[in-house]
């Protein structure tokens, strides 16, 4: 550490209503080093700036901005920074809901992946997992997070064919389209349409292009738009069209009409 420069301890830490997640913990250390400990829960973590030196199972790894590291529960590791300004990271704790203990000697054969997809997916995780309002979509990036590790750790047991199947993927469809309001999470589907959570996105997706959070956001946001043009105040669209809040309607209404619900209410020229 440079002379002079005092340690930062950034911390904020919260358990979401996803179904899997034990914890998320997002970090920003300059001199702190972790002692050998275990978790309970598997560890999945990206670095966005610095990167984290780690011994698992009497191994040293590193964790550069590019790569997940996967840690398994119950195996010890420490972490210090590898240079003086630290670094930043992002954490989810996940209990075996997505990933089995047949994956745990993988991990910790190599936890540090680098993959593209992956790292990007787990982004997409943490993007919509700070956000209240987003479940369904952190509850899908997550599932086909713990698909995509299946496959990386255990490509021969993990292998899975990209095909169709309309007819699951109306039937999700469906289920969306009665619940725009109250909302679906996928666990929820996937017991209902007995399906696993993964292949209902992907089949979804694959149907529809557009994943299922997505269409859902897309049926609240029209019902959003008919209920502004009655006159109706936007924190009040907001609740009777299944948002969060009306910060939750407001960025998806700006994302798919270009303007803000209020904007949108006052300027007919936009219809």
């Given at each position: 550490m440079a002379p002079g420069t005092a340690a930062r301890q950034e911390v904020s830490a919260w358990r979401p209503r996803v179904p899997g997640v034990v914890e998320v913990f997002h970090a920003h250390f300059t001199e702190y080093a972790y002692p050998m400990h275990v978790h309970e829960a598997w560890t999945l973590l990206i670095v966005d700036d610095g990167a984290v030196r780690y011994d698992l199972d009497r191994h040293e790894h590193g964790t550069p901005h590019d790569t997940v590291s996967l840690l398994p529960p119950h195996v010890p590791h420490n972490g210090s920074p590898v240079t003086p300004d630290g670094f930043r990271k992002r954490v989810v704790y996940l209990d075996g809901t997505h990933l089995g203990d047949d994956l745990i000697g993988p991990a910790v054969d190599g936890p540090d992946l680098r993959d593209p997809v992956l790292r990007r997916r787990v982004g997409q995780l943490h993007t919509a997992l700070v956000r209240p309002g987003e479940e369904l979509e952190a509850e899908s990036r997550l599932t086909l997070?713990?698909?995509?590790?299946?496959?990386?750790?255990?490509?021969?047991?993990?292998?899975?064919?990209a095909r169709r199947d309309p007819a699951l993927a109306r039937r999700l469809r469906e289920l969306l389209d009665e619940r725009v309001v109250e909302g679906l999470s996928l666990e929820e589907a996937a017991g209902l349409l007995q399906a696993h959570p993964a292949h209902l996105v992907r089949v979804f997706s694959t149907a529809y292009?557009?994943?299922?959070?997505?269409?859902?956001?897309?049926?609240?946001?029209?019902?959003?738009?008919?209920?502004l043009l009655e006159g109706r105040p936007p924190g009040e669209v907001a609740a009777e069209t299944g948002f969060f809040d009306q910060s939750h309607l407001t960025r998806h209404f700006r994302k798919l009409v270009g303007i803000t619900p209020g904007r949108y209410a006052r300027n007919p020229s936009v219809r």
């Open positions: 997070i713990g698909d995509r590790l299946g496959t990386l750790l255990r490509p021969r047991l993990h292998t899975h064919l292009g557009i994943a299922p959070h997505q269409y859902l956001n897309s049926r609240r946001v029209d019902r959003a738009r008919r209920l």
